[in-house]
């Protein structure tokens, strides 16, 4: 039998350190939705959605309960809509959009993400009217995620759609601006996007995916900052082997709950991802985790280095207690999900240079930062490329999610509410951008995308 | 099918009989018991087995969380895989 000192270790874990399987997301694949008419299309979209994820909610909650671990979120991603969209007549893509919620709503999912568009190497027709429906989709719609990569190692940079996206950003805020720009919390410019995501707002089920599958989002900071007080004043490889044994217990979490969903529910279990979400919870902090390594406050001087160790470890011990890794899989630093991280920002010592360097050696990339409401789509857009030429070089997937808040300026904040915080509004450079952002075109793929 | 039931609270008379009666009003049996006072708190951990229980899981839960409220204790039940998977390989 168990030992009462792990059954109480696990039990302390879910109740003090907010441990929690972050989201259980259904991928569905839309391929088989495409029609030419328009209507007919986000009826199909609605009927397989809503027959496919009928029983995510309810089973995911039986799990919960005979398990006693929380599992936050459920959701859905489905085919880049772009793709599914592309064969219809008709100019505006806000009815899919709108067929996505609806779907959504009735399955009671918290998100659904896959109002997307692939194009790194160019745009179809398809693309193009996706990305101009960005905006008024994410008004008129409550669940409905989007992304859009633009770069990736393997074709270089679309600067013609990071230019795009800087406006899409800046028309989004403007068309939430009653919600304090709330439409941008849900979309993410990506480069090197990955195909099997379980986290929002970047979910989408990629093309080289089954049918139905299903992928799991584990968690944990609070887990490993409470691992990492016990080993105060010890030298760093201490530090590195607590967060890796840390790492792999919360995995053995996901790995479970993911096996248990995908057979009460008749779909292939797919990948954990062993991302280390924060929420905004006291106690539920990556900022937290650096600190409690030994920096005064995050953002500080060698936040990177105690980035990129709390990155490496979380993966070596995760990619033991899963048979099947993917997603993101490293330590996310969304900014306004993260108490540690507002607070660094709020102190000035946190600013988005230092969050550029952070993204370099972790996941994903400049995320959930709110910046002022005047901030030009030109200096948006140059953002986004610096975050994908950082994901470009270095063969990883690089994103930025970027608020600017309108009506707002540094030292105001913004209540986005629930799970997406509040954010800080930081500065930004204030010189011109503009003239290389308006040169269009597409920065070439680096020589190390050559492995062939 | 096994869970583990941990119950924490201030000692009294009439604990584990009062846990086990309920348990057994829905057919779980009862296969190992460990308990012990720990700085005046009751504390105590049950391996059961709800394979062969005459309703739900969740009602199993719900009927211990009734006797808890009687009893002025925290009770909890949990698959026992959960704490499998985190402590075996």
Known sequence: ?????????????????????????????????????????????????????????????????????????????????????????????????????????????????????????????????????????????????????????????????????????????????????????????????????????????????????????????????????????????????????????????????????????????????????????????????????????CGTHGTTAALALLNDAVKKGGVMASSQVGGLSGAFIPVSEDEGMIAAAQAGTLTIDKLEAMTCVCSVGLDMIAVPGDTSAETISAIIADEAAIGMINTKTTAVRIIPAPGKAVGDTIELGGLLGSAPVMPVHTESSAEFIHRGGRVPAPLNSLKN | MHAIITVIGHDRVGIIAGICVALAGVNVNVLDISQTILGGMFTMVMLVDVGEASVPFEKVGETLDEEAARLGVNVRIQREEIFDAMHRI
């Open chain 1, 1 to 297: 039998m168990l030992n009462k000192r792990e059954i109480f270790e696990t039990q302390h874990m879910i109740d003090r350190e907010h441990l929690d399987i972050r989201t259980i997301t259904m991928g569905i694949s839309l391929r088989d939705c495409a029609h030419g008419d328009a209507k007919v299309a986000t009826r199909k979209i609605y009927d397989k959605i809503t027959r496919c994820a009928e029983r995510l909610v309810p089973v995911g909650r039986d799990i919960e309960r005979e398990m006693g671990i929380p599992i936050v979120n459920k959701r859905i991603s489905v085919t880049p809509m772009a793709l599914v969209a592309d064969a219809s007549e008709t100019e505006d893509y806000v009815p899919f959009a709108e067929a996505m919620d609806r779907a959504a709503g009735e399955c009671g999912v918290d998100f659904i993400g896959g109002f997307s568009a692939l194009v790194q190497k160019g745009f179809t027709s398809g693309d193009r009217k996706l990305i101009a429906a960005i905006p008024e989709a994410l008004a008129a719609t409550k669940y409905v995620c989007s992304s859009v990569n633009v770069a990736s190692t393997r074709a270089g940079i679309n600067m013609d759609a990071v230019r795009l996206m800087g406006e899409i950003v800046k028309k989004t805020a403007e068309r939430t601006a009653g919600q304090q720009g709330l439409g941008c919390a849900k979309l993410v410019v990506f480069c090197n996007a990955v195909e099997d995501n379980p986290f929002m707002a970047g979910a989408f089920h990629g093309v080289g995916e089954p049918e139905c599958v299903i992928n799991v989002g584990v968690s944990g900071p609070g887990v490993v900052s409470y691992a990492l007080k016990q080993v105060k004043g010890e030298p760093i490889d201490v530090v590195a082997e607590t967060i890796k044994k840390t790492a792999f217990k919360v995995t053995r979490m996901g790995q479970l709950i993911a096996r248990e969903a995908s057979t009460r529910l008749n779909v292939p279990f797919g990948i954990v991802d062993l991302s280390l979400a924060p929420t905004p919870a006291q106690g539920d902090s990556v900022a937290r985790i650096l600190e409690a390594i030994g920096l005064e406050r």
